[in-house]
């Protein structure tokens, strides 16, 4: 269960750390009107270098970038604003990685959260699968679509371990094939045409991870592993969240600590606004993998944070120091990211240490989750409307980003390491490259009635949908139906809502019906507790439900 100076562990514990720690072993352009440069690609051990397309202007032209406009003037704007990282960047070069985006292990829901009883449908960029556990409890994930007629397995059910489309009730096993249609005839036999498409899955470590190619054999080296998760005495508080936005937004927002003392200002005692101050970043790795490195606070001697960004999406941030009895302790924020669309995400937070304070022990897990919801909600604004931008503008991140060296190196260095690998993607938005989606976004639920169509509209303002609007900007939908804990919670909340408030009614009509003035009195007063009660537990429900709303103060 995770302590709640957890939710912000880039900001917790200022102790040094002494050496990098290996968490785990693993190895666009605007309308043209300008002439441009052909590309020159040239081989080089293993990768592919190749020169940048660059625009042949006139001199009195706009800069094509917020960076050209640092260059060639007179001002110290790259004393401040993050530049180059690599030779080849400076001449104008990029390299290009071997990447697929299939050949990866996606996180697809917490081992804790699948359920037992039905099929659960999710989605991997634009794949949709549906996974389940068969008879024996294994996992099993297919393709999401029946190949009678394309109807969505997961509005299935599941019968003797086996699962049953729908519509016409074909039913399949878990390698797939069918074993039974209602309407062929009995002596007839099933088309050998008639199964599904199978992905391969794995549980590690609470998380299940989907293996999204279905012509190479999964990889199980890239299966990644997180050495604190498996330290003795470690103990954390796992999550999942649906969010309105692209994944790459949400893999910035989480890798960006300087935004948390004011996007966050209160909502934890360690989020203070004139906690603002500039980082230090040292990058101490760069593969075709992803990234690594320490950072902190600008006025710290050492840099007592490491990060970690691995392909396809993981993110973890972590930190160790020597406690009063001068034991090691570890702590961990994990970030398991999968994109689920185009404008949408979703998100395995964890966050775990090998000490933890005792009063954590007393606060239920449902709490530490409403509270993540909270922090989720206050940037979903500013992430939603960011998302519009990069659609609207249709450029590389380059030429609209003001990134700087004090705050946004993670940033920089993310969207580089896109420029690599947004190849093998279906689309993506780098520094310098972007690739955009070839078909546009599918909206798959038409919400229902007023109140959720104003709720879909302004899924970032937060507070206007009900649990009854199928939307990400609800909180119910974002994260309770997904999280065994907290819809269980929201159960027993609605259950003794309704009962106390039964007892309450039966008890003032009690105290109407006896004559004795002290009976009178006890059940007014044992009343009056039942609905204490009832307004505890809709206060309860509320916070399950409903989302958070930022009030704009006036310093």
């Known amino acids: 269960m995770a302590s709640p100076i957890l939710k912000f562990p880039f900001l917790s514990h200022t102790t040094s750390l002494s050496k990098p720690l290996a968490f785990y072993p693993l190895s666009l352009t605007p309308k043209p009107r300008k002439t441009l440069r052909p590309i020159h690609?040239?081989?080089?051990?293993?990768?592919?270098?190749?020169?940048?397309?660059?625009?042949?202007?006139?001199?009195?032209?706009?800069?094509?970038?917020?960076?050209?406009?640092?260059?060639?003037?007179?001002?110290?704007d790259h004393l401040v604003l993050v530049g180059p990282s690599?030779?080849?960047?400076?001449?104008?070069?990029?390299?290009?990685?071997?990447?697929?985006?299939?050949?990866?292990?996606?996180?697809?829901?917490?081992?804790?959260?699948?359920?037992?009883?039905?099929?659960?449908?999710?989605?991997?960029?634009?794949?949709?699968?549906?996974?389940?556990?068969?008879?024996?409890?294994?996992?099993?994930?297919?393709?999401?679509?029946?190949?009678?007629?394309?109807?969505?397995?997961?509005?299935?059910?599941?019968?003797?371990?086996?699962?049953?489309?729908?519509?016409?009730g074909w039913q399949f096993e878990g390698e797939g094939n069918c074993v039974k249609i209602p309407q062929l005839p009995a002596n007839a036999k099933i088309p050998q045409s008639a199964c599904v498409k199978t992905y391969e899955v794995r549980e590690s470590q609470g998380v299940v991870w989907v293996w999204m190619s279905l012509k190479s054999q999964p990889n199980i080296n890239k299966l990644p592993w997180?050495?604190?998760?498996?330290?003795?005495?470690?103990?954390?508080?796992?999550?999942?969240?649906?969010?309105?936005?692209?994944?790459?937004?949400?893999?910035?927002?989480?890798?960006?600590?300087?935004?948390?003392?004011?996007?966050h200002d209160r909502t934890d005692l360690s989020a203070k606004r004139e906690n603002a101050q500039p980082l230090r970043f040292e990058v101490t790795e760069r593969t075709d993998r992803g990234f690594a490195g320490w950072w902190g606070g600008g006025d710290a001697?050492?840099?007592?944070?490491?990060?970690?960004?691995?392909?396809?999406?993981?993110?973890?941030?972590?930190?160790?120091?020597?406690?009063?009895?001068?034991?090691?302790?570890?702590?961990?924020?994990?970030?398991?990211?999968?994109?689920?669309?185009?404008?949408?995400?979703?998100?395995?937070?964890?966050?775990?240490?090998?000490s933890m304070p005792q009063i954590a022990n007393w606060i239920p897990e449902w709490f530490f989750h409403q509270r993540g919801c909270t922090v989720f909600e206050q940037d979903m604004g500013f992430l939603s409307s960011q998302n519009e931008v990069l659609m609207k503008e249709k450029v590389p991140t380059k030429k609209l980003?003001?990134?700087?060296?004090?705050?946004?190196?993670?940033?920089?260095?993310?969207?580089?390491?896109?420029?690599?690998?947004?190849?093998?993607?279906?689309?993506?938005?780098?520094?310098?490259?972007?690739?955009?989606?070839?078909?546009?976004?599918?909206?798959?639920?038409?919400?229902?009635?007023?109140?959720?169509?104003v709720s879909a509209s302004f899924p970032a303002k937060g507070g206007t949908g009900t649990m009854h609007a199928p939307n990400l900007g609800n909180r119910y939908f974002r994260h309770v139906i997904h999280c065994k804990g907290c819809s269980g919670a929201l159960k027993a909340f609605n259950t003794w809502k309704k009962a106390l408030s039964a007892i309450s009614?039966?008890?003032?009509?009690?105290?109407?019906?006896?004559?004795?003035?002290?009976?009178?009195?006890?059940?007014?007063?044992?009343?009056?507790?039942?609905?204490?009660?009832?307004?505890?537990?809709?206060?309860?429900?509320?916070?399950?439900?409903?989302?958070f709303i930022r009030t704009h103060r006036r310093f």
């Open 505 to 547: 009614l039966a008890l003032t009509a009690l105290a109407i019906l006896v004559s004795g003035r002290q009976w009178k009195a006890a059940l007014l007063v044992s009343t009056s507790l039942c609905l204490v009660g009832v307004y505890a537990c809709s206060t309860l429900i509320k916070m399950s439900t409903t989302n």
């Open 41 to 76: 690609v040239k081989q080089q051990q293993g990768s592919i270098k190749c020169h940048a397309v660059t625009d042949l202007t006139s001199s009195n032209t706009v800069p094509s970038s917020i960076e050209d406009q640092s260059k060639g003037e007179d001002n110290d």
């Open 226 to 263: 997180f050495e604190n998760f498996a330290r003795p005495g470690f103990k954390d508080s796992s999550a999942v969240h649906e969010l309105p936005y692209d994944h790459s937004i949400l893999l910035e927002n989480l890798m960006d600590p300087a935004h948390i003392p004011i996007s």
């Open 301 to 354: 001697q050492t840099l007592p944070n490491f990060l970690r960004f691995e392909a396809p999406c993981v993110l973890s941030n972590n930190r160790e120091f020597i406690d009063g009895k001068g034991v090691k302790q570890y702590f961990s924020g994990l970030f398991l990211c999968r994109p689920t669309g185009q404008g949408k995400s979703m998100l395995i937070v964890r966050f775990g240490g090998t």
């Open 401 to 453: 980003y003001l990134n700087l060296r004090s705050s946004d190196t993670w940033v920089a260095e993310y969207r580089k390491w896109m420029d690599k690998t947004g190849h093998g993607m279906p689309y993506h938005f780098g520094h310098s490259t972007i690739s955009l989606p070839e078909l546009p976004a599918v909206v798959e639920h038409a919400p229902a009635g007023l109140v959720a169509g």
């Open 86 to 168: 690599s030779e080849e960047e400076r001449r104008g070069e990029r390299e290009v990685a071997d990447y697929d985006w299939t050949e990866e292990w996606y996180p697809l829901y917490l081992t804790k959260d699948v359920p037992d009883d039905a099929p659960l449908g999710l989605t991997v960029f634009d794949k949709q699968v549906v996974l389940y556990k068969d008879g024996q409890g294994e996992l099993r994930c297919f393709e999401d679509r029946c190949p009678h007629r394309l109807a969505k397995l997961s509005e299935g059910q599941l019968i003797d371990g086996r699962l049953e489309c729908l519509y016409h």
